[in-house]
């Protein structure tokens, strides 16, 4: 911000000596508007899904932008993971693929903030850590076996 802010001062000061004092205004309305954007990306930057599977339940835990925590616990037995829709959709349809854990009628959406191109990876790991936690709950084991997955944005 202060390269652009020096670029859009030196901008402005030309103009203002050719007499065109006015684009400053412009300049300063532009900068604003960087700023505003910047501000918004970083805000968008903190939300996160924390994963975690034990041989009992799966622990989804999302922090939202404003700091906010909403934790979700499935049992691992009977954790479904759904990709919809199943197709990858073309690159220019409004509609993307979506990750949901489902569980006793109740299901969670995980990385919606994610890439298109992510979401896959995803499901597919999420599969794979909740497999091991299944795997685990076979041999009575309590320790974190399905280990834990971090969705940062």
């Known amino acids: ?12 000061l030309g103009f203002f000596l050719m007499g065109a004092w006015p684009v400053i205004g412009f300049l300063g309305l532009e900068l604003l508007v960087v700023w505003f954007a910047f501000r918004m990306n970083y805000r968008a930057a903190r ?12 622990t989804i835990e999302t922090v939202s932008p404003a700091g906010d925590s909403e934790t979700t616990e499935v049992p691992t037995a ?3 993971v759904e990709l ?4 990858e959709p073309e690159m220019r349809a409004r509609e993307r693929q979506k990750v ?3 569980s006793h009628g109740r299901a969670t ?3 919606s903030f994610l890439h298109p191109a992510e979401t896959p990876k ?25 280990g834990q997955l971090d969705a940062p944005r």
Do not use: N, Y
């Not at 939300?47 to 799966?58: D, E, I």
């Not at 919809?84 to 197709?87: G, I, L, Q």
């Not at 995803?122 to 399905?146: C, F, N, Q, S, Y």
């Open 1 to 12: 911000m202060i390269a652009l802010g020096s670029l859009a001062f030196c901008i402005g």
């Open 47 to 58: 939300r996160r899904q924390h994963l975690t599977a034990t041989s009992r339940q799966l």
């Open 78 to 80: 009977w954790a479904q």
């Open 84 to 87: 919809t829709p199943r197709d």
């Open 100 to 102: 949901i854990v489902r």
């Open 109 to 111: 959406e995980i990385g």
């Open 122 to 146: 995803l499901a597919r790991e999420v599969k794979r850590m909740i497999g091991r936690a299944r795997e685990a709950a076979l041999t009575d084991e309590e320790t974190p076996a399905g």
